[in-house]
């Protein structure tokens, strides 16, 4: 997702989707960010409930309780080539209950983990040179753990840090207390769950240089009873995406529902 400008201009002649910038001339985000296949099993993104929201575990006011997030990326052919991190680039999310805007709870410690996706095709290598994808990975995943901490240069001998690339994979994660410690909390329907994806947000933010594309990436999200059991999982509507996003996002998520782009607030139903 990294990428100077003059590199940004030349993908985007060539039509490849450009997200958050940095590390030299191979940062730049590469593969259309458009819809497809974002479910944790490979399927379709249109909303479906999977049975998760009235299954009877004892909480919340369908009896249900959440246990598991999965982040679906939808780009599943990202361009190796054009990119350092390839697919939506999660920074952290938060648990948010009843109107308060105060988090009451980030990603567990020691709970992230990236999973395949069927149909997906990964880049094994990223950049011109087909090197490491440096954000993506087992031990990336860690960095969606813990608060909103990611950030990005434009300086081509600085690492960005912080975010997980998910390269066209699953992301599981829990939720801890409002630093990511144990034990994980139970997620509960009407719980709004904030997703921070690297995207012109940060750059508002000054977590990203003025000189960075950080176009908002597209991803779905799920909340799961028990994790990988899709009879306990209900897919999360999107309710609010973030002004700096409106040219590619809208200036509202769809009333159908959809993915989140880039970072956007979800509410469990």
């Not at 049975?51 to 190796?80: L, M, R």
């Not at 990603?107 to 149909?119: D, V």
Request: glycine residues 16%.
């Amino acid at each position: 997702m990294r990428g100077l400008i003059s590199r940004n201009i030349l993908m985007l002649a060539l039509g490849v989707g450009l997200a958050a910038c940095g590390e030299g001339a191979d940062g730049a985000d590469g593969g259309d960010a458009s819809p497809g296949g974002g479910k944790p099993d490979g399927g379709s993104s249109t909303a479906d409930t999977g049975g998760g929201s009235t299954t009877d575990t004892g909480g919340g006011s369908t009896g249900a309780k959440y246990t598991w997030i999965a982040i679906a990326d939808e780009d599943k052919t990202p361009v190796c080539t054009a990119t350092s991190g390839p697919g939506a680039d999660i920074d952290a999310v938060d648990l948010r209950r009843g109107t308060s805007t105060s988090s009451i709870g980030v990603g567990l410690t020691g709970s992230a983990s990236l999973a395949a996706a069927t149909g997906a095709t990964p880049c094994t290598g990223c950049g011109s040179s087909m090197g490491a994808c440096r954000h993506s990975g087992a031990e990336a995943a860690s960095r969606v753990e813990g608060i909103q901490d990611a950030m990005s240069y434009a300086e081509a001998d600085k690492v960005d840090t912080g975010y997980v690339s998910i390269n066209s994979n699953v992301l599981w994660l829990q939720i801890g207390s409002a630093t990511g410690q144990a034990p994980a909390q139970d997620l509960l329907p009407g719980d709004r769950i904030q997703v921070y994806e690297v995207d012109k947000y940060y750059v508002a933010l000054g977590k990203a240089p003025n000189t960075c594309a950080c176009a908002p990436e597209k991803y779905t999200v799920w909340a799961y009873v028990t994790k990988g059991d899709t009879a306990t999982r209900v897919q999360l509507k999107p309710t609010r995406f973030w002004s700096e996003n409106a040219t590619e996002c809208g200036a509202t998520p769809p009333a159908a529902g959809g993915p989140g782009c880039g970072t956007t607030e979800f509410t469990i139903p």
